[in-house]
């Protein structure tokens, strides 16, 4: 059994263990100036969303690898299996690098958005999460729009002219 | 009070005045972190690293703190008196 006195103990939370069942708890030592350093890395906005975008981008390729490989099945008569493999593994790469370039896209844009805004606002918020959320479906959304209109346009006039 | 500096300046009373300053500096310190923590920090912490927006708020706060005190140290010394 141990006493805690309080004065015979340092100020910030380093205790004797009461019961060998409780955890010890270790002194608090002030960070070191790499420590902090290394804090600061992640206060800044470029590096905090190109981090994001990179994970966003390995999130879209295991994703479209995944989805890819299941999307058109082939037929077992016209090609050998090695020229099915290959067909499916073309597939799938295309599938995995289009889906891993939206999914950077918008976890850059988002990360971006929600680290400009929150410094702006000097808060710590879930505000500062659903204007980041606007921002990214706005612009996903305006991306999507063009290539939208071009593909309706293209077969809107493919019909007048026939 | 001998004075065996040659600056004129007695060692008792560099001293004195020193350890006003470190009263004063320690004061200062003591005050703005108080402040600035109040005034930044949530008072329910969910975690322990300061976040972005705390940061912020952080540097803002201290270097408004330090003009203002400034700004008013040199009012006060120029003048004498606060002009009002």
Known sequence: MASSNPETESNNGSSIAKEPEKPQIEAFRMPTMEEMRAQEVWNNCAVRSVASGVMGGGLGLMMGMFLGALDNPIMQEEMTGRQQFMYTMRQMGQRSWSSAKAFAVMGLIFSAAECVVEKARAKHDTTNTVVAGCVTGGTMSAKGDENCKKEYNVSFMGQDEV | ?84
């Open chain 2, 1 to 84: 009070m001998a004075a065996n500096n040659p600056t004129g300046v007695d060692k008792e009373q560099a001293f004195g005045m020193a350890e006003t300053e470190m009263e004063y500096r320690v004061e200062l310190f003591n005050r703005l972190a108080q402040t600035c923590f109040n005034k930044c920090v949530d008072k329910r912490y969910k975690e322990s690293e300061l976040n972005m927006g705390e940061n912020s708020c952080i540097d803002r706060c201290v270097s408004k703190y330090w003009q203002v005190n400034s700004m008013i140290g040199q009012l006060l010394s120029a003048g004498g008196r606060p002009p009002m």
